[in-house]
């Protein structure tokens, strides 16, 4: 599924009415509909006494409908408007005029103390106060309304986005509504997938509202979900060698857990041969808890990373490889950052940088943009603002656009990690993956991550269309580590054993006739 950004949706509602005369009111009905249809879904509306609470934009024209359509199917709508109706206009005052004409309950505050007894003896809340139009951070009697609903306890639900959120980054604007369910019109916006706006809104469904597919699935829209990968299938004549060869280079003195992890996902995930070249004297620990991994030592600094020495024969060895990840626990130590940065544009196979690797590259990125076989960089917060020179707060701002403006200039995908990660291509795509949760924000989980992209290229796959299938895996199989074992004391060893289940989750999702997984990460359509 596509998701739009605010400038994108206006765009699209434009074209909708210019192009094919689905005009506003149209539009309107149909999200107010849809809004009507997921309300009454989860109660019987007969009597029921529902606060809709409306600012004086097309959001709020949006609440309006609702209204009437609570009061056409028998409840008892109780509308309240934060500003001077008389701002409402076109489709917006429309509706306006036919609930004031219907005689509903309406009245305009512009205090929020006088909402208590509403939000007391009210059975739900729609909030329809702010949708994208929401321009600055929310302050006054807004602020205190927006509080006041979330402070009710009431069943809450937002047309469009929670209101207070920002539609192009998920950030709050000052204060936000905490919504239940939330009914996106056209397609979701960026705000209502990113945390923590994601976060706020609850439950998300999507209404196209009657877009035709040619707007909604338009090739012109660049951000879209990540989907569940499409696994090559096993070929079952095939030896280690047909999945793949990935040499990691990791590892140094006291980092033994982000080379084992690294190179064991690359097994875990359905890779072929783990080649992990790492520091002489940590291979004993490293294979001793991953016999299956093939090892060569590689000779030392003085602070136990690996040497520059070893530059030539790295290149030899990495020569005949389907992918080379370099990076997990190098350590920062400059012999060895060095060497990285020497590597990166000699090293003919396709490549993906991660921690102490992207941290050497981030002094230098013309050895990132040399490159013409693929790279990959999985980058957390941190070291993207390393990449980019940038602060988190400025990535954090508007993070799709920096994601995007950095894999196009540096010719790489990039994974920024996080909840719900991003991945940027190098023609300026991004899709927003779902899987995953808060448990594995544990120490571990990217060196996992890098092995499971790996094993992706391995089984067949592209290094692009891995770096996005591997990132939903390693997220599917947090999940399921979670559904057992609960978030709280997760840790990348637990990613790391569910990898084959999720491997096979989706492998049969494909072919079962009831798709389990797929609804959980898919995006529930609402017809109007
Ligand atoms: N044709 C369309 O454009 C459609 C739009 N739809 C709805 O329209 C919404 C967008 O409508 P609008 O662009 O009118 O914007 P909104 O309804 O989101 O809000 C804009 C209004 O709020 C004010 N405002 C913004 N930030 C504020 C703040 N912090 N404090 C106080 N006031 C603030 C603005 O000055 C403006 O009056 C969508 O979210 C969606 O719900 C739907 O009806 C479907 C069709
Ligand atoms: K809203």
């Known amino acids: ?36 249809r997921v309300l009454s879904a989860s109660m019987n509306m007969a009597g029921k006494r529902i606060l809709v609470v409306c600012g004086i934009g097309n959001n709020g024209g949006d609440g309006l409908v609702v209204a009437r359509k609570i009061h056409s199917g028998g409840g008892d709508p109780r509308v309240i408007i934060l500003s001077d109706p008389a701002g409402y206009k076109g489709a917006a005052g429309t509706n306006f005029s036919i609930i004031s004409r219907l005689g509903l309950n309406v009245r305009v505050i512009d205090d929020a103390g006088s909402l208590h007894d509403d939000l007391c003896c009210c059975d739900a809340v729609v909030d329809a106060i702010f949708g994208t139009g929401l321009t600055r951070p929310v302050e006054g009697h807004y602020r205190e309304v927006i509080q006041r609903i979330n402070r009710s306890g009431k069943p809450v639900l937002s047309l469009d986005i929670p209101s207070g959120v920002a539609g192009d980054t998920g950030r709050i604007m000052g204060e936000a509504v905490r919504a239940g369910d939330t009914v996106t019109f056209g397609l979701p916006k960026v705000g209502n997938l990113l945390y923590p706006g994601y976060d706020q809104g609850g439950r998300l469904h999507v209404s196209h509202i009657s877009f035709p597919p040619a707007l909604y699935q338009s090739e012109a829209l660049t951000i879209a979900l990540n989907d569940m990968p499409n696994l090559p299938s096993r070929d079952p004549v095939a030896h280690k060698g047909s999945f793949g060869n ?3 280079i990791a590892g140094a003195a006291a980092y033994f857990g982000a080379p084992y992890f690294s190179a064991s996902a690359f097994l875990k995930a359905g890779g072929g041969y783990a080649r992990l070249a790492a520091p002489r004297s940590i291979i004993p620990v490293v294979a001793q808890k991953a016999s299956e991994i093939v090892f060569h030592p590689q000779v030392e600094t003085a602070s136990g990373s690996i040497a520059s020495t070893n530059e030539t024969a790295l290149r030899e060895l990495a020569r005949p490889m389907d992918m080379v990840v370099m990076g997990p626990g190098l350590s920062l130590d400059r012999e060895t950052q060095a060497l990285v940065r020497a590597l990166t544009p000699a090293l003919g196979a396709p490549l993906l940088l991660d921690g102490d690797g992207i941290t050497a590259v981030a002094e230098d990125l013309d050895g990132v943009r040399q490159r013409k ?75 996992v991550l890098t092995g499971t992209i790996a094993a992706l290229v391995g089984l067949g796959m592209s290094p692009e269309a891995a770096a996005a299938g591997g990132t939903f895996l390693h997220g599917m199989a947090g999940d399921l580590a979670a559904d057992q074992k609960g978030q709280d004391g997760m840790t990348a060893r637990d990613i790391l054993d569910f990898l084959p289940m999720a491997l096979k989750a989706v492998r049969e999702e494909k072919t079962s006739s009831q798709p389990f997984y797929g609804d959980r990460y898919r995006i529930p359509v609402v017809d109007a």
Do not use: C, W
Request: hydrophobic content about 45%.
């Open 1 to 36: 599924m596509k998701i739009s950004n605010v400038n994108e949706m206006r765009r699209m509602d434009q074209k909708a009415v210019q192009h094919y005369g689905i005009v506003e009111e149209m539009l309107m009905e149909n999200a107010g509909l849809a809004a009507y």
């Open 373 to 447: 076989p693929p790279t990959i960089l999985t980058p957390h917060l941190g070291e993207m603002a390393r990449l980019t020179g940038k602060t988190i707060d400025t990535i954090s701002a508007d993070p799709i656009e920096m994601l995007r403006r950095t894999a196009m200039d540096l010719g790489a995908v990039i994974v920024l990690k996080g909840p719900h990660s991003l991945i940027g291509f190098p023609d300026g795509r991004v899709r927003i993956n779902m899987s995953g949760n808060a448990g594995m924000a544990t120490a571990g989980s990217g060196d």
């Open 246 to 248: 990935a040499l990691f």
